[in-house]
């Protein structure tokens, strides 16, 4: 399903990401997202769970009357349409950040000690 064709906010909005770049709105981008926490939570939505997500989300970005909603809000607007829906699947939206930069810090520490001569270009990276 196209979840953007049958959920759509009241006017035009636009996600300002964090690098600063404006994207419009797509709710379809949400359902995608949070599918991949429901799989790290190992969860199935069913479409009227995904059709709740929607729906919630779609009345904060209403209810909010902006234009431009930047991503922070954004996630907090997610994570609480999934505390309404799977409060598990709301725990793994929120702490993927946080997972991912740990798995990325461990992966580079175990680069190092495998072939130190690996990490030179890496090093640069900010962690």
Same mark, same amino acid.
């Given at each position: 399903?196209?979840?953007?064709?049958?959920?759509? !906010?009241?006017?035009?909005?636009?996600?300002?990401?964090?690098?600063?770049?404006?994207?419009?709105?797509?709710?379809?981008?949400?359902?995608?997202?949070?599918?991949?926490?429901?799989?790290?939570?190992?969860?199935?939505?069913?479409?009227?769970?995904?059709?709740?997500?929607?729906?919630?989300?779609?009345?904060?970005?209403?209810?909010?009357?902006?234009?431009?909603?930047?991503?922070?809000?954004?996630?907090?607007?997610?994570?609480?349409?999934?505390?309404?829906?799977? !409060?598990?699947?709301?725990?793994?939206?929120?702490?993927? !950040?946080?997972?991912?930069?740990?798995?990325?810090?461990?992966?580079?520490?175990?680069?190092?000690?495998?072939?130190?001569?690996?990490?030179?270009?890496?090093?640069?990276?900010?962690?």
């Amino acid at each position: 399903m196209e979840y953007n064709e049958k959920y759509k !906010p009241a006017k035009e909005v636009y996600i300002i990401k964090k690098d600063g770049t404006k994207v419009a709105f797509d709710v379809t981008k949400v359902i995608n997202a949070v599918q991949k926490s429901a799989y790290r939570a190992m969860v199935t939505f069913s479409e009227t769970d995904k059709e709740n997500i929607c729906k919630y989300v779609i009345g904060r970005v209403d209810d909010s009357g902006a234009n431009e909603i930047h991503i922070p809000l954004m996630h907090n607007i997610v994570e609480g349409a999934l505390e309404s829906v799977n !409060p598990a699947v709301a725990k793994s939206y929120r702490d993927y !950040p946080i997972t991912s930069r740990i798995l990325y810090i461990c992966w580079m520490m175990y680069i190092a000690k495998a072939s130190p001569s690996c990490t030179s270009a890496t090093r640069k990276i900010p962690i």
